[in-house]
């Protein structure tokens, strides 16, 4: 079960190296023996001041060492390097990407340079002019549509400022299409979901999952207790028989032929198209960018 299946955008070994040795410094000691006989206490502070003081971007994160990450998961899916024997249930929240904010179009353009300090001009080119321009490619709903009082459902699919901009990037890059590598990759055997209960932020569909009586998510929005029982016995069917469906369930197709997936919001349960930018996501696999 993968929920938000995130993967941060790659550091070149550069800005791995800078972030060890930034480690060590914040340690007071200059090997990585030295750090691991240090109490855990120590290194939970040390780790803590380093993203606290970090630039724009990831401190920390997965990164491709040719052994346990052998190349990029994008790839790895691409090509067929995977256990293809596995069921898998996969989603995402319909605004993940909120709350990275961006000044203007420049400093977005300029943050590109940051998050992939190896990718060549005419990737930075796509990213910026084709893939995210100023002016967004197709209209959609924003994340300004978003109302507390009367909003139902939302679903990010484009933007109108450099807030909006960055946050369907991020939304993308780091979880989205990560959703749309492992569909296409088990040839639509999948259960995908959209969790659309405004806001739709990251982490938001836990307090479905794991409820337990609470009134408010982390965001103080009433629960919606019906649906969180409807998700919790999708998630336990999928666990113990490999589909989300049950008896006196709404049906949950898989991902199939049709891209469809289990949209989960305050008004409805059942199957929508699948929102994701395929061609942005196609893009994004192919790994262009390291």
């Not at 992939?116 to 709903?141: C, E, M, Q, R, W």
């Not at 659309?196 to 938001?204: F, K, T």
């Not at 836990?206 to 019906?226: C, E, K, M, S």
Request: proline residues 8%.
């Amino acid at each position: 079960i993968l929920q938000s299946p995130g993967w941060t955008p790659m550091a070149g070994n550069l800005e791995q190296e800078q972030s060890f040795r930034k480690f060590l410094d914040l340690l007071n000691v200059s090997t990585l023996g030295e750090a691991r006989a240090l109490p855990s206490i120590v290194l939970q502070a040390a780790n803590e001041l380093q993203i606290r003081t970090g630039t724009k971007g990831w401190t920390y994160g997965p990164q491709v060492d040719g052994d346990i990450i052998p190349a990029l998961p994008s790839l790895l899916l691409a090509h067929g390097r995977y256990d293809d024997s596995i069921d898998v249930l996969v989603g995402h929240n319909g605004n993940e990407g909120f709350g990275y904010p961006v000044a203007n179009d420049s400093a977005f353009d300029a943050s590109m340079n940051t998050l992939f300090p190896n990718a060549p001009t005419s990737a930075l080119d796509h990213i910026t002019k084709v893939l995210y321009p100023p002016k967004a490619p197709s209209a959609g709903a924003i994340p300004s549509d978003y109302d507390p009082e009367t909003s139902k459902s939302l679903i990010v699919t484009s933007y109108n400022d450099p807030q909006g901009r960055q946050a369907l990037f991020q939304s993308d890059t780091v979880i989205k299409c990560n959703t749309h590598f492992f569909n296409d990759a088990f040839k639509g055997r999948t259960y995908a979901y959209v969790l659309s209960v405004p806001p739709a932020l990251h982490g938001q569909d836990l307090y479905y999952v794991f409820y337990n009586g609470q009134a408010t998510d982390v965001y103080f929005r009433p629960i919606n207790v019906t649906l969180a029982h409807i998700m919790q016995d999708y998630w336990i069917n999928f666990a113990n028989y490999g589909s989300p469906n049950g008896e006196g369930l709404p049906f949950f197709p898989s991902w199939g032929q049709n891209a469809s997936v289990q949209g989960l919001s305050h008004d409805d349960v059942g199957p929508i198209q699948d929102p994701i930018d395929v061609e942005t996501c196609r893009w994004w696999q192919l790994g262009l960018y390291v």
